[in-house]
Each structure stands twice: as structure tokens, then as C-alpha cells.
């Protein structure tokens, strides 16, 4: 899974970095307390630290990983959280009104959308099966 970096915060007792994902594209680290490596898309020469990753939902199941040593990401750049997979989308909900992205596949060098992403007008008139692309 791929999230975009919103926000990194800083405090004197814990450091997190706020992603665009939330705990309804991935679940898996709430339910299961399941590790998934997490690494930036491209690599920088930042400094390694201690985060917690979490989501925009503001609960305390949104979270990705825990005290995770990361090269800190700027705002507005990828994340990659390891091993999601199908898996993980299989488990994705509406929770908060909010939309299931969309599915990709990696061939090699290549890539295809393969599930768009669910629009706001899906929501409202419920459906929240997305279209899968021919």
C-alpha cells in the first residue's frame, strides 16, 4: 500500500508522521497487531528516528506501525507500507464515509490499475462495490 505523508509532528514525549491512509484501507496492524515493514517510495539522506505512523481518522486503532525507526519522510511524500496486498484490500471499508483506493498491479517494470478508485457519488448512492476495470 502507498500513502502519501500529510503531516510529521514532533513532541518532547513521541514523534509521528499523519498519513493520508487510514485503518479502513488497512486493518491488519489494528485486528492483528501485525508487523508490516513501512520505507519511503524514494529514498532520502534524512535521519533515521523513531515514529508512530498513523491515519487522518483519529482514533487509536488508525495507526500503522508503532515506535518504528524510519528515515524521516517530508510532508507530501510516499510511504510504502509492506506485504498489504490483496489481502489487505479484501479487508478495506466505507468506515467514515470514506473511499477504498484504488488497485494496482506491478508486473515487473510495468503497472496496471486494475480497480479504480470509489468515487464520492459511489458513497451516496451506496455503491460501494468499485468497478473493476476490463
Known sequence: MVTRVTYVKKTKVKNFIIVDAGMNDFVRPTLYEAYHGVAPVIKTKAAVQKFDIVGPICESGDFFAHERRVIEPAEGSLLAVM????????????????????????????????RERESQQDLARGEVIPKILA
Open 83 to 114: 506485504g498489504a496486498g490483496a489481502y489487505g484490500f479484501s479487508m478495506s471499508s466505507n468506515y467514515n464515509s470514506r473511499r477504498r483506493p484504488c488497485e494496482v498491479l506491478v508486473s515487473g517494470k510495468k503497472f496496471y490499475v486494475i
